[in-house]
């Protein structure tokens, strides 16, 4: 099981970018996948998840309405569209899956991403 992030970078201030988790070696269709970041210093947050079976979502209020979680189940990729970038969203992003619903504690994922570094700067 293996799950790769990809997309980040950096951006200025106002921008967007568009993350990607491909997953291989399970099938998406039972996983919740939740997207994560972690600046120095700070404890790993949970931004965005969607379930495996009834797309609901869930974005954390630090980002509400500057984030859209997607997946596709053919792909076998989960998507992160985040807009409106700010320079306190500097961080380490993870994309971590699990099974059943989504979960906005880190503990309960059994799979993560390596990281993409997202850097918003002038």
């Known amino acids: 099981v293996q799950l790769q992030a990809s997309g980040g970078g950096l951006v200025q201030p106002g921008g967007s970018l568009r993350l990607s988790c491909a997953m291989s070696g399970f099938t998406l269709d039972y996983y919740a996948i939740g997207w994560f970041r972690q600046a120095p210093g700070k404890e790993r947050e949970g931004i965005a998840c969607?379930?495996?079976?009834?797309?609901?979502?869930f974005y954390a209020d630090s980002m509400k309405g500057r984030l859209l979680i997607s997946r596709d189940n053919v792909k076998n990729t989960v998507y992160l569209q985040m807009n409106s970038l700010k320079p306190e969203d500097t961080a380490v992003y993870y994309c971590a899956a699990r099974p059943n619903g989504w979960s906005t504690t880190p503990l309960y994922y059994e799979y993560w991403g390596q990281g993409t570094q997202v850097t918003v700067s002038s």
């Open positions: 969607i379930n495996s079976n009834d797309d609901s979502t």
